[in-house]
């Protein structure tokens, strides 16, 4: 491909022709971390952060404040464990290899993570966008059967493009923009989050009634409601083809229950002869995790709201609970089973068993109180209303992401200049 005018090719990839490209440890002092005997107890429980990979979940999120564990001066003391000043920039290099974060506050690190401290000719965060923009290329080179990890003589030829120091704090700047408007969504997204559940707790317990409905709530069971229907059972060896074929169905598994919605990524296509006609899922069916082997997933479930032209059915280890239309609303009835009420049924039901596995009986035993039907109807529209809500949300945050994304690409590399 021909460069265009004031680019030039490098050992990095094209980049402006007043860049740099150079190695890392020529404009970042790297160190990394230990992990302080355990056996001492002197050393841990201290005042100073110690990051390491219980903190995964506080990556990717430009600073990192806390930490999960936090270890004395001792503990550096007896130790190869080194404190790092707030700023630094950190690299975890094994599990979750990739991940980065700037220091908040003067912190250690344990051995799984890289860390530099950026000299004035390197401004830390265009280092820690640069960081989030190969991330795919260190989990790429990344080695081991267990646990992935990232070797030291890596980091020491690693290299990176260089533009003057004003530019790379205007990109920093710009994708640091970015970053505020997501957090911002997030932040928003937790909030319209929290008031849905307040609003569940409130309007599917009757502590609250919408306006024009009175009359006593009735005690019934989920049998009254509907029934539940158990999932299929086949043979893996013979039963199940490799895509669509003429004699197959859809199959979905627990895998396709997320966040309450079904999703059909990574399914399954078995043999319709092994499918009765109520095993077909139905629209606004409520499919249902029966039995899994993490007792925390035992009892998820997620709306079937699927029209994509294809007939799905579910495996043995799920269950579908179809709501009879005559007797109750079924969206009202999918968020009982989002209720803790639900949640706590469950985990009674599995408490003291070593099989975790419901029956369908156990789903249509479960007591909840309904309003009439039109009371129903009523309640799971305003919350359907809310899920739309959050969905728009959760969107358009996807949409900025994805913004991110193509940013870091163009003004990582030069390809767009902001100066």
């Not at 990556?59 to 503990?75: F, M, Q, R, S």
């Not at 509907?226 to 083809?241: E, I, K, P």
Request: glycine fraction near 8%; proline fraction near 3%.
């Amino acid at each position: 491909m021909e460069l265009k005018p004031g680019y030039k090719q490098t050992e990095v990839r094209a980049i402006p022709a007043d860049w740099k490209v150079v190695l890392l440890d020529s404009v970042a002092r790297r160190g990394s971390g230990h992990t302080p005997d355990k056996k001492h107890p002197e050393y841990w429980d201290g005042d100073i952060k110690w990051i390491s990979l219980k903190d995964s979940d506080r990556l990717d999120a430009l600073y990192i404040e806390e930490t999960a564990a936090k270890i004395t001066p001792a503990g550096i003391a007896n130790s190869s464990a080194t404190m790092y000043p707030a700023g630094t920039v950190v690299l975890s290099r094994d599990a979750g290899v990739g991940k980065s974060a700037i220091m908040k506050a003067d912190m250690a690190v344990s051995q799984h993570f890289m860390a530099w401290q950026c000299s004035p000719s390197l401004d830390n965060h265009f280092l820690y966008y640069w960081l989030q923009a190969e991330k795919a290329e260190f989990e790429r080179i990344a080695m081991g059967n267990t646990i992935k990890t990232i070797g030291l003589p890596y980091f020491k030829k690693l290299c990176v493009p260089l533009p003057h120091c004003d530019e790379q704090r205007t990109i920093a700047g710009a994708l640091g923009n970015v970053d505020a408007l997501l957090g911002a969504l997030t932040q928003l997204i937790a909030k319209k989050r929290n008031l849905k559940q307040a609003a569940m707790q409130q309007l599917l317990t009757g502590n609250k009634r919408l306006p024009g409905f009175t009359g006593q709530w009735e005690l019934k069971l989920l049998g009254d409601a509907g029934t539940c229907l158990r999932g299929v059972s086949y043979n893996g060896d013979s039963d199940l083809s490799a895509h669509d074929t003429d004699h197959t169905t859809r199959l979905l598994r627990a895998n396709n229950v997320r966040d309450a919605t079904v999703v059909t990524s990574d399914v399954q296509f078995v043999n319709i002869a092994r499918v009765s006609s109520n095993q077909m899922l139905r629209k606004d069916d409520i499919l249902i995790c029966m039995a899994n082997g993490s007792k925390a997933l035992v009892g998820k479930a997620g709306r079937f709201t699927v029209n994509d032209g294809y007939q799905y059915t579910f495996g043995a280890f799920m269950g579908c609970f179809r709501t009879n239309s005559l007797a109750s609303n079924s969206n009202f009835v999918f968020y009982l089973f989002q209720t803790g009420r639900y949640r706590n049924y469950i985990n009674n039901l599995l408490a003291g068993s070593s099989i975790n596995n419901l029956r369908p009986s156990s789903i249509e035993s479960l007591g909840f109180l309904f309003p009439s039907i039109a009371e129903q109807t009523a309640i799971a529209a305003v919350l359907t209303d809310m899920d739309a809500e959050l969905a728009a949300l959760e969107q358009r945050r996807a949409k900025t992401r994805a913004l991110k994304r193509g940013m870091m690409q163009e003004l990582l590399t030069g390809r767009i200049r902001l100066v």
